[in-house]
Nanobody, 126 residues
């Protein structure tokens, strides 16, 4: 059974930084893509970034140049470095893992992910 546990959320002022972590267990971490999603109150869950098993990355336009997704296969851990945070980045952030491999662009879609963490709250004050 795949388990994902996020950490690192919190309250930060606009312009600040946070690093989210997602500890994965239950299968060979390096064989699969991983993704970060977020959901703000009253809004749909949206992709933030994804990283393929080979290291290819995808970012939604609103975070390009500010956020960096990375993975440490030796530690079975996914990261999201968030810099220059804005109030509109406030949301619950989730890491997710698919059951199979897709093209990189397909990892934008929540329905391609089978496993989800419990989420971690990120609040950016103005």
């Amino acid at each position: 059974q795949v388990q994902l546990v996020e950490s690192g959320g919190g309250l930060v002022q606009a312009g600040g930084s946070l690093r989210l972590s997602c500890a994965a267990s239950g299968r060979t971490f390096s064989n699969y893509a991983m993704g970060w999603f977020r959901q703000a109150p009253g809004k749909e869950r949206e992709v933030v970034a994804a990283i393929s098993w080979s290291g290819g990355t995808y970012y939604t336009d609103s975070v390009k140049g500010r956020f960096t997704i990375s993975r440490d296969n030796a530690k079975n851990t996914l990261y999201l470095q968030m810099n220059s945070l804005k109030p509109e980045d406030t949301a619950v952030y989730y890491c997710a893992a698919p059951e199979r491999r897709y093209g990189l662009s397909d990892y934008r879609e929540p329905y391609n992910y089978n496993y989800w963490g419990q989420g971690t709250q990120v609040t950016v004050s103005s």
